[in-house]
């Protein structure tokens, strides 16, 4: 299984992560993996393997402009109100 954030500290809360699904395991990584893991590495993401996420790829809140992971979901979360829900 995969890990789980606590609410209010996970990166795909404020966008800043995704899973991918059809990985596989980190140490059996499907064929799909191993052609997308070095795409998003190039483009600054780390991949969850390192810690055991297979499907979860993640980017630098520093680099998207956020000293902190909880600044970045106040901004998203900000936003989702202004464009979702209208205020």
Not at 15 to 28: A, H
Not at 52 to 66: E, L, R, V
Not at 70 to 85: L, T
Request: proline letters at 6%.
């Amino acid at each position: 299984s995969n890990p789980v954030a606590k609410p209010g500290t996970s990166r795909h809360e404020s966008g800043f992560s995704v899973d991918v699904k059809g990985m596989g395991e980190v140490r059996n990584p499907t064929k799909l993996a191993k052609t997308i893991i070095p795409i998003f590495k190039k483009y600054g993401f780390e991949w969850g393997g390192s810690f055991n996420d297979a499907p979860h790829f993640q980017a630098s809140y520093a680099k998207g402009g956020y000293k902190s992971g909880a600044e970045a979901i106040r901004a998203a979360s900000a936003y989702y109100k202004k464009c979702v829900e209208g205020r």
